[in-house]
Structures are given as structure tokens and as C-alpha cells.
């Protein structure tokens, strides 16, 4: 028992007593709610879940081509995103399809091509890898090959990803950077419930087919005041959610709390403020804010929950090398999911929390010091 007590410990804020047992925690990591309406008028509270919800709601209500439909959606889907949904807009509008993810992206881009607006929702985004084909090399290319004569442009794909804290190897993966590779897509990443309004909105108005990738375990992990009417945020720029001099952390998603988390503990216990940056959108992502900011501070710590090969902070690292060279005090480091599937018990020791996430920022703070 003694040598329990100091795994726990140890592991901090992953597990806990609970009736003299103990239980690992889902979330590894506290949720930094927006405070700031991006448009004035009236708000409500919404979880991510309820957001999402309301922007397709907006979507099906001022737009008699939108459909919406995916592995039980009639019902509101796994998540509930679609709740209700049916029953308003009636079964031609918001259905069930098999369980296909290749027929459901091929459906949507019949759709979209033929000028509907096409909402399709993949359960889960490990499932996603059947429609890599139609979506890399039919929905991504359509406007091209075609010469602008036909597009696809009305397509957006949603799906649930990351992990939420007993997903194992099937359900927990973030396959963002898969998708980064393909020209002619866009591919976007919320981290709550304003930001996810407004980006499927503008997901849903913009002309290339969108990847919307959403992550699950901050569907109900807390509530913002959304905007109630229609409104969009741009795609392909970053948001400065927090302002210092002394490093550059870059997050998307889940990651983006963690890193706030981190550079609160970076004032706090080093006497040091960071810039944290939210890239929103991986494709196209924000050059200019990103490089901007790295030759403002000297230093940049990317995190995301992907494993650490070719996980899209690569493309960030490559890009700021080049650009910020001279300005860098040290190399680029990332924090980052282990090159292993998911796992399942040992959850907690394969995500990049803030302690890990923490221990890169010190040894990136001391670099020229060693």
C-alpha cells in the first residue's frame, strides 16, 4: 500500500482516492473558457456538443440544399451533435447511412459537386481512414483536375477525435497531419465552444472541402456564451491567446488549455511570460502570426496529441527554422504523443500533459545556459 501511495503521488493530478480505490482521470487538463464574444448581440451557454449543434441548425434552417447525415445522426449520433435535428428538418434532410465512411464521403461529394450543401459526420475519426481515398484523391482535386469547371466546395466532414481518456488504439487518434498533406483541402481544429461555432460555419460557406476535426473530450468540458446569431471565423489564422517574451507555445485543439495551464505555471513559478498560440486552422495555417511571434520571444514549444513523427508540429518546426533562423536562442522542441498506437491503460503516460509539456519549456528556457 505504501508503494501505491507514492505512485499516486507521483502521477499528481491522473488519479485520485475514491472510496479507499482509486480512478484515473479523463481529462489531462483544465479548460480555459473564452470570455469574449467574437460579434456582439445576445449569448447563451453552450458546451462544444450544443455549439456545433446550433451552427448546423443555422446551416439547415437558412439553407434548403443543406443535408446532414452520417452513422446514426437521425438520433443526434453518438455524441448527440445532430440531437433533434431530424425531427425538425425531417428525414430528407438529416439521415442515417450505412456503415460506410468511403460511401459516406463519396455521397457528399456527389452531393456538394452537384451543388447541395453536403454535412457528414464520421463517428469517429480513426474510422476516417476508409474515405482517405475519396478525399484526397476525389474531393481535394475535384476543382483541379477539372480546370474550375467543377468543385466540391459545399462538402465538410466532421468527425470526432483525440483521446478522452479510455479510447485506446480505435478511438483516441488525431489524424490531422494525414490530411495536412493533401492540397486542396482545409482541415480545422476548435478548442471550444465560440471557436467551434464559428469555424463550421465558415467551414460550411467555404469554397474547398473541409476537414472538421473535433475533439470529443471537450464536447461537455465546459460551457462559453455563444453567440447566438450566425457568424464566422476566418480560416487559416491563428488567435494570441496569451502574451509574453520570453517563448512561442503553439497548440491546437485539447492542447491549447494545456499549454495555457503551462504558461501560467511559467509565471507563476519562473517568473516568465509566454505567447500561446492557437493555430485554429492546420490547413491552411498562420505564417505570419506564428513567425511573428517567434522572433519576438527567441524560442517555441509546439504540442499536439499525435505521435511526435511527422505529427504536423514537423511542418511548424520546419517552417520556423527557415524563416525565424536568426532569431531562434535554441531549437525548436515539441512535445507530442509517443510513435506507438493509442493505448489504453497507459493514457495518462502517452498524452503530452502539462508536466511534460513544462519540463520542455524549462529546458528550452535554459538551453543557453547548459
Known amino acids: ?16 482516492y475514491v472510496n479507499n480505490g482509486s480512478k484515473r482521470l479523463s481529462s489531462h487538463f483544465v479548460y480555459h473558457p473564452d470570455n469574449e464574444a467574437p460579434v456582439a448581440g445576445e ?27 452520417g452513422e446514426d445522426v437521425g438520433f443526434g449520433g453518438v455524441f448527440r451533435c445532430a440531437l433533434g435535428l431530424q425531427e425538425k428538418y425531417g428525414k430528407d ?20 459537386t452537384a451543388g447541395a450543401t453536403a454535412i457528414a459526420e464520421i463517428q469517429f475519426a ?80 467555404e469554397q474547398d472541402p473541409c476537414i472538421f476535426l473535433e475533439p470529443k473530450i471537450l464536447y461537455r468540458s465546459a460551457a462559453e456564451e455563444v453567440p447566438v446569431d450566425s457568424y464566422t471565423l ?7 491567446l496569451r502574451e509574453g517574451d520570453a517563448a512561442t507555445l503553439i497548440a491546437w485543439g485539447t492542447q491549447v488549455h494545456v499549454l495555457l495551464e503551462v504558461a501560467e505555471m511559467a509565471e507563476e513559478r519562473l517568473g516568465v511570460r509566454c505567447d500561446v498560440i492557437d493555430l485554429m486552422s492546420i490547413l491552411p495555417w498562420d505564417v505570419d502570426t506564428v513567425c511573428n511571434s517567434v522572433k519576438k520571444t527567441g524560442r517555441c514549444l509546439i504540442a499536439h496529441e499525435a505521435p511526435l513523427t511527422a505529427g504536423f508540429g514537423a511542418e511548424l518546426a520546419a517552417t520556423i527554422q527557415e524563416e525565424c533562423f536568426l532569431h531562434l536562442e535554441a531549437p525548436v522542441a515539441r512535445a507530442a504523443g509517443w510513435d506507438a498506437p493509442f493505448p489504453h491503460v497507459f493514457e495518462p503516460f502517452y498524452l503530452p500533459d502539462r508536466w511534460r509539456c513544462f519540463d520542455a519549456l524549462q529546458r528550452l528556457l535554459a538551453y543557453d545556459q547548459q
Not at 1 to 10: E, Q, R
Not at 105 to 110: K, T, V
Not at 155 to 172: D, E, K
Not at 175 to 182: I, L, M, V
Open 1 to 16: 500500500m505504501a508503494g501505491l501511495g507514492k505512485k499516486i503521488s507521483i502521477l499528481g493530478n491522473l488519479v485520485k
Open 43 to 69: 449569448t447563451s451557454k453552450m458546451n462544444m456538443m450544443q455549439a456545433i449543434n446550433n451552427a448546423m441548425d443555422l446551416t439547415l434552417k437558412s439553407d434548403p440544399t443543406a443535408v446532414l447525415f
Open 93 to 112: 434532410r438529416v439521415f442515417n447511412t450505412p456503415l460506410c465512411e468511403q460511401g459516406i464521403a463519396g455521397f457528399g461529394i456527389g452531393l456538394a
Open 126 to 205: 480513426d474510422y476516417i481512414f476508409p474515405a482517405f481515398d475519396q478525399l484526397v484523391n476525389e474531393a481535394a482535386k475535384a476543382r483541379y483536375r477539372s480546370a474550375g469547371q467543377f468543385a466540391c466546395g459545399g462538402l465538410t466532414v466532421r468527425a470526432p477525435c483525440g483521446a478522452v481518456g479510455h479510447g485506446g488504439l480505435y478511438h483516441s487518434q488525431s489524424p490531422e497531419a494525414f490530411f495536412a498533406h493533401a492540397a486542396g483541402l482545409k482541415v480545422v481544429v476548435p478548442r471550444g465552444p465560440i471557436a467551434a461555432k464559428g469555424l463550421l460555419l465558415a467551414c460550411i460557406q
Open 234 to 240: 476566418p480560416l487559416g489564422k491563428a488567435q494570441v
